[in-house]
């Protein structure tokens, strides 16, 4: 009888540590990673050549270093939600990311109908007049190009503004041949 009971016993035993060892394999469920998902807006900036003057064309155009632009979103009732200037790099390239966009409608308040690109100045004193080549005086419009930018904890929708150009304020006149 004692041989039988503490064969229970053992049995007893044996089973809680087989519980025991099963349960603290069990991992527990970690929570979800939250993805931070941003916006962006890239574009450049160029100086227009004289040769043409009063068009949209950028031929001959060389991009702006340090030259500025700005980034204005305005809510459904057309009211400035976001402003941010931001600064060219040594290609005439701004990425601008919109960290504090908030949109109160999801629809009427995004970005790419919300937000447009508008030049602010240019560094160089031989071209810094604004032009509107792609309505960047009146406010360029965002176009979607499917661009994201994809990271473990980090997501960015990548939206495109421009090219934008500011021009020479004189420019020498062509001697007609």
Same mark, same amino acid.
């Given at each position: 009888?004692a041989?039988?009971?503490?064969?229970?016993?053992?049995?007893?035993?044996? *089973? %809680?540590?087989?519980?025991?060892?099963a349960?603290?394999?069990?991992? #527990?469920?970690? +929570?979800?990673?939250? &993805?931070? @998902?941003d916006?962006?807006?890239?574009?450049?900036?160029y100086?227009q050549?004289?040769?043409h003057?009063?068009?949209?064309? *950028? %031929?001959?155009a060389?991009?702006?270093?340090?030259?500025?632009?700005? #980034?204005?979103? +305005?809510?459904?009732? &057309?009211? @400035?939600?976001f402003?941010?200037?931001?600064?060219?790099?040594?290609?005439?390239?701004?990425?601008?990311?919109?960290?504090?966009?908030?949109?109160?409608?999801?629809l009427?308040?995004?970005?790419?109908?919300?937000?447009?690109?508008?030049?602010?100045?240019?560094?160089?004193?031989?071209?810094?007049?604004?032009?509107?080549?792609?309505?960047?005086?009146?406010?360029?419009?965002?176009?979607?190009?499917?661009k994201?930018l994809?990271?473990?904890?980090y997501?960015?929708?990548?939206?495109?503004a421009?090219?934008?150009?500011f021009?020479?304020?004189?420019?020498?006149?062509?001697?007609?041949?």
């Amino acid at each position: 009888m004692a041989s039988t009971q503490l064969n229970v016993f053992t049995s007893m035993l044996l *089973l %809680s540590l087989a519980f025991a060892l099963a349960s603290a394999n069990e991992q #527990v469920p970690a +929570k979800p990673v939250e &993805k931070h @998902v941003d916006v962006g807006i890239e574009g450049v900036v160029y100086c227009q050549s004289c040769e043409h003057y009063g068009t949209w064309s *950028l %031929s001959g155009a060389k991009p702006i270093s340090n030259s500025t632009i700005g #980034v204005i979103c +305005k809510d459904y009732k &057309k009211r @400035v939600s976001f402003y941010k200037a931001f600064q060219t790099d040594a290609n005439g390239y701004f990425y601008a990311e919109l960290k504090g966009f908030k949109m109160g409608h999801s629809l009427l308040d995004h970005p790419l109908h919300s937000c447009s690109v508008k030049l602010v100045s240019s560094p160089q004193e031989n071209c810094n007049s604004l032009t509107n080549v792609n309505y960047g005086l009146n406010g360029a419009p965002l176009r979607y190009e499917d661009k994201r930018l994809i990271g473990s904890r980090y997501e960015a929708v990548v939206y495109a503004a421009g090219p934008l150009a500011f021009r020479p304020a004189h420019c020498i006149p062509k001697n007609p041949a």
